[in-house]
């Protein structure tokens, strides 16, 4: 890891960018940009209550037999159902007071859902997502919801997703099935380390990223932190610093230049045909995964669901301390389908001289030059020179090399094959920057 990054700073001080171009792409930002990671506040109000309501739902359609052999294009879907009939068939439990190790057991390899409280009404109770095979402490024993240690504090799970046997030997390669992947093995949650440096900024940190192992032959020991954009339930309604050491944002965007904070997590924006940017982001980042894990990198992926509880500066800290780069999956709310560029650094020196940045901002661009060249190569679409300035929350707290792409905006194709080629075009930057 270290080597590797000694690499990249080397590589960094060929690929600086000339000061009026900066300033160039600064300026049309102020006018164009709605920022990826402060966000637009007219989409945020109704991505957030669409996601709400899209989880309301789905904790209502419970109605398939207990234990549904496929869970098909819903992960969770399985795990849902058996929660609402729960809610259903049982009052507060009274649980048995056990200390031992269980473990999630799904079906088909998904993940379940913590809770912060036995109530699948509530989705706002939903801390987070075990894994397949994740080992937990447990703590109570009951029938219907097994009570847990979970990053330091108790939560609850259904019980018929827990199991005391460990999982088989070989279980590794089975367990990727649920992403599609045979690439990859469950390591480790990550969730943010209070120690950690800058993470007493962050407002939003009860959930968790999950790193993935590459199991390809070849195995690159680069762990790449894909970040799919938005996608925090509460984000927009919380604050946080846009800066850490308090000053103001040298360039516009929702939140104006001179804003001391910024929303935590913005709902993103809506593309032309009504999808929520944050699925996009989330779909993106799945297939990423799957063909970085291929390519033989690690992976630390920060969302794979529709909500996690991780604000931007600890989405930032996380990736700072559990990967070498960090690259959040965005699209740009104009409708032009203008093409997709990256996010540099702003070329103002009171930016440029406050740490991280100071340390690290060449080490920004220049994977953010290497991803736009590999989305060229791919043959994407790329906007003007492939870059607009903006001084963003994750650029501000970000230690290891750190990108905000904007993949497209609102009227860019999302499909299937677009986003393939997206993929495609990002692990061809990423494979030129470490070098590959
Ligand atoms: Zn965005």
């Known amino acids: 890891m270290r080597n590797r990054k000694m690499e990249s700073r080397r590589r960094e001080g060929r690929r600086r960018h000339s000061a009026a171009a900066a300033m160039a792409a ?12 402060s966000g637009c506040s007219s989409y945020a109000s109704s ?11 789905l904790e209502a359609t419970g109605s398939g037999s207990l234990l549904p052999e496929n869970a098909g294009e819903l ?3 399985d795990a849902i159902a058996l929660e609402s009939q729960l809610t259903q068939a049982a009052p507060v439990p009274e649980f048995e007071a056990v200390s031992d190790e269980v473990y999630v057991k799904t079906s088909d390899g998904s993940a379940v859902r913590v809770r912060s409280a036995c109530d699948t009404s509530d989705p706002s109770n939903i801390i987070g997502y075990a ?5 937990l402490k447990r703590t109570g024993r009951h029938d219907q919801w097994t009570r847990i240690e979970y ?10 997703y827990i199991t005391e046997e460990a999982p088989a030997a070989g279980a590794e390669e089975q367990q990727a099935a649920g992403s599609g992947s045979s690439q990859a093995s469950f390591d480790s949650s990550i969730s943010l380390d209070p120690s950690w440096k800058y993470a007493e900024f962050s407002k939003i ?4 990223a999950t790193l993935y192992r590459s199991q390809a032959s070849s195995k690159k020991n680069i762990t790449i932190c894909v970040n799919a954009g938005h996608g925090t339930a509460g984000g927009s309604s919380v604050k946080t610093l846009c800066h850490p050491d308090g000053t103001p944002k040298v360039t516009g965007g929702t939140t104006g230049a001179g804003a001391t904070s910024a929303v935590a997590v913005s709902g993103g924006m809506t593309f032309a045909d009504g999808t929520a940017e944050s699925k996009v982001t989330l779909s993106m980042a799945l297939i990423l995964k799957d063909k970085l894990l291929a390519a033989g ?7 794979e669901s529709d909500d996690v509880q991780l604000d931007n500066v600890a989405r930032t800290v996380i990736a700072n301390n559990a990967s070498d780069c960090h690259i959040a999956l965005h699209w740009d709310s104009t409708a032009n389908d203008k093409g997709a560029f990256y996010m540099s650094v702003p070329n103002v020196d009171s930016y440029r001289n406050m740490e991280p940045v100071k340390s690290n ?7 953010g030059e290497s991803l736009v060249a590999g989305l060229k190569g791919a043959g994407v679409k790329i906007f003007s020179g492939g870059s607009m300035a903006m001084d963003l929350t994750q650029t501000s707290y970000s230690t290891v090399p750190s990108v905000d792409i904007e993949l497209g905006d609102k009227a860019s194709d999302h499909g299937k094959a677009a986003l393939s080629l997206l993929a495609d075009g990002l692990v061809a930057g990423i494979n030129q920057y470490f070098g590959q």
Not at 47 to 57: P, T
Request: hydrophobic fraction near 45%.
């Open 75 to 77: 992960p969770q879907a």
């Open 361 to 367: 901002w060449e080490k920004h661009n220049a994977l």
């Open 47 to 57: 991505a957030e209550l669409k996601s709400q309501a899209e989880a309301a739902k």
């Open 297 to 303: 990198y690690d992976v630390l992926m920060i969302r």
């Open 26 to 37: 600064a300026a049309m930002a102020a006018l164009l940009m709605c920022s990826a990671l």
């Open 151 to 160: 990053h330091g504090g108790t939560a609850y799970i259904a019980s018929a």
């Open 131 to 135: 894994p397949d095979k994740t080992a």
């Open 205 to 208: 940190n009860s959930g968790s």
